[in-house]
């Protein structure tokens, strides 16, 4: 059976060469495995509920199932030690680096231009469609923009590296001043959800470009005058993880006017550099790239071909291959299932229906106790009077009847009860409509 | 009040035609008022059965008594509650940095912060040579600060920074400027500072080790930072008694069941900028150790014998490097794993106690009390440092005052 990678589908749309697969991780992954020589089918698979980790690409062999980018590469295989052969402690000790890096500074730059970008997320829907169905992409692609966007909210509390690469620039776009006000009653700040922390995000473009070149910068200055990281001329895992970022940053083109990157005359002339002036806020990183970074390009170039991606064929999702392949090796435990439901995009939309559903229900039934409470206070008072008007006609009545057996005969008093108790009734009604109407003024006042 | 009126005439409509069977005690202005069903003598009040029984009733006539108790507490004594909303006051011209009051049991250095991002800034502040003065805080007093958390930072123009980005800006334009540079040159003259040398942003270093510090400041926040904030915050086995006796104040008029509601509200804002950080999910225990002991063999191995990463002069990566791994090494937890993880490596202990020893053990800082109503708090934690510090060299116009605080504390 030999391995299989499940990742991914392949990037859609223009792009200025063909990559197997839309996400950074897993094109990282491909990479390495056609670094290292490896035989290995690319599945296409577009649920990241597969993976323990909640990310792809998963990698299954024989023997086990590895979950992630860094399970992948940590898997311990032949041709991997052939292919780090040549790298030192600190070569490893950089990996590390660099992995992080990417994953936490590169990545969030593009995930801000393909999803927080309002030119260019029309594209970036474009390039999802082949991949999943209406509900889950839109809910994909609401998630990751939600989770861009609050990175880069909550940079000026969490971040240190991404305010030391913008330097000394000033911010377009201030945050809030105070986001976490504190409450003003107590001296605790107690919140038990995150403040809104929308979708809208609050840094500009140009400042993300201003520390997407930092980081250029600093990639460029890490490869130096080399051919590949790590000072060889053969390629290693730390070229895998970062062609697999950069990638990502200069093939998919965004069709837009301003976009088209002057990349053209490269070719013609290769004695003179290109003589275009750096733009304080270029349209996308592939403009940015290619102005400033031609070592970065030919860089990418160079491990592109090295790994010989456009001859990659992509195993797809349909029908028959499906049906052909070994089933997906797919944990049938019920805490996985479970897990896996949870992760599950269609599980954030029944869990927000079902907030959504219980927070009326108790609304209206709020609403409802309380128009219960008024009512039955009104008719308890309504109950009240009328104890207190019978006790009142008991002690006339009495009162009465002293002065009758005072007076004259016991004849008459048989007659009065039974009046008395019409004209109660009469009362009653009288009285009730009244308290009702009382009521309901008190309410409007109110 | 107004819900006292609405209620007194919700009463008076309703008992009014039982206005002649009660007893005028009402009427009476000495005595606290009491609700007049309370007097009623009648025959029909006291045949409650016969409407239904209202606890909401029982519980208003409760409340208002509680509410109308409270009102008869004498003025003066609502001064021992801590005030609403604390706003510092920075009395002269030097920085003044706000931390979380040290509360580890076996330090002798009274000053350098137990929580780690304090420490942070303690440390960046040390290596950058600003004269600046410190003022310990606990933690139920974090609503002093725009962002309802320590540290924060008031220049000496009165601005507060209480953001990351902003104290970048300011470090990098004040310990440029020419007081500052002579301070240095001067404090490192006499002893005071070990070394006179800085790097103050990576900027200032040449290309190649420039994109070290970055990659390796990316490597610290991605994979160590993240495991010591869930090891100290949200690792089951150490649960919230560690944190309560890092943070809970000692000493507060708010009774010790608050604490845990406190130190409950902070865990919850560090949970959330974890999510932050890893887009949702926070991933299991297991796999943050794995990264955390692989970040920390690649800082083991870049930074070999060296007093600091970029030769003799610390920078900012030394800051938080230094604060990670004192933070990690001074805690005593049930799940010590990432302390463990620390001592597989020599030379990370020896790095983070010889930063200890040379910028934070023996070194004098102006601690200033808070002021409260004009009322010193903690003149005893005071009264252990001493006057003698690079403020009063670096800014000679704050010297008097700053001598002013050190006697009226001492």
Known sequence: MGLLLYAWGPLAGPSRRSLPTVDADCLAAVTYLRLANAKFELVEHNDPSLSHTGHLPVLHDETALFHGLDAVLARKSDKAAALDAHLTALHKADRAAVEALLRDQLEPVRQYMWYLDARHTATTHSRFKPLLPLIPRWLHLHSARRAVARKFNAAHRTDWLTHVLAGDRKPTVRPPAAPAAPTPSLNMSLRLSPPAQDDACTWSRADVMHVARALYTTIASILGEHEFLAGGDTPSSLDAVMFGALALHYYPEFPDAESAAPAADADADEGKPAPVAPRDDPPTLAYLLSTEFPTLVAYIDRVYDAARIGEIVVAGASQEEVASRAPVPVDEGLMARVRRFARSDAAHAILSVAAGAALLAGYIGVVRAAEERRVASAVEEVRRVQVERRRAVAERRERELVQEEGGLGADGVEDRPVDHDEAEEEEHAAVVTELLEDEDEGDDDK | ?410
């Open chain 2, 1 to 410: 009040m107004d819900q006292d009126d609405r209620l007194e005439q919700h009463d008076a409509t309703a008992v009014a035609d039982t206005a002649t069977t009660t007893t005028n005690d009402a009427q009476d202005s000495d005595a606290p008022w009491t609700d007049p069903a309370d007097h009623d003598q009648s025959d029909d009040a006291n045949d409650r059965s016969l409407s239904a029984p209202n606890p909401l009733r029982a519980l208003a006539s409760r409340v208002r008594s509680a509410i109308h108790a409270v009102r008869t507490i004498p003025v003066p004594a609502l001064a021992l509650l801590p005030p609403l909303q604390p706003v510092p006051s920075p009395e002269s011209s030097t920085p003044t940095l706000y931390v979380h009051r040290p509360r580890w049991p076996r330090q002798k250095n009274a000053w350098a912060s137990s929580d780690p991002e304090c420490l942070v800034w303690q440390a960046y502040l040390q290596f950058s040579g600003i004269p600046y003065a410190l003022v310990l805080v606990d933690a139920d007093n974090a609503a002093m600060s725009p962002t309802g958390r320590l540290p924060f930072l008031v220049t000496e123009r009165g601005r507060v920074v209480a953001l990351r980005d902003r104290l970048l800006r300011y470090i990098a334009t004040k310990a440029h400027s020419d007081e500052v540079e002579r301070a240095v040159a001067e404090a490192a003259q006499r002893g005071t500072r070990p070394t006179e040398l800085r790097v103050l942003t990576p900027d200032d270093l040449p290309g190649p080790p420039r994109a070290l510090a970055h990659l390796y400041l990316a490597l610290i926040e991605a994979d160590l930072w993240p495991a010591l904030m869930y090891n100290w915050w949200l690792e089951p086995r150490n649960g919230l008694g560690a944190m309560r006796l890092l943070y809970a104040p000692q000493k507060s008029a708010w009774p010790a069941a608050l604490d845990t509601l406190l130190v409950a509200g902070m865990r919850q804002h560090v949970q959330t900028d974890l999510a932050t950080r890893f887009a949702g999910e926070i991933p299991p225990a297991e796999q943050l150790y794995a990264k955390a002991a692989d970040a920390l063999a690649a800082l083991a191995e870049r930074l070999g014998d060296g007093p600091y990463f970029f030769g003799d002069a610390p920078s900012f990566l030394d800051a938080l490097c230094f604060a990670a791994l004192h933070s990690i090494l001074s805690a005593d937890f049930p799940c010590d794993r990432l302390r463990g993880l620390v001592l597989a490596h020599d030379n990370l202990f020896t790095y983070s106690k010889n930063i200890w020893n040379a910028w934070f053990r023996k070194c004098e800082m102006s601690v200033r009390p808070i002021r409260r109503c004009g009322v010193d708090l903690w003149p005893a934690a005071a009264a252990t440092t001493t006057s003698a510090s690079t403020a009063a060299v670096g800014s000679p116009a704050a010297s008097p005052v700053v001598a002013d605080d050190a006697s009226s504390v001492a």
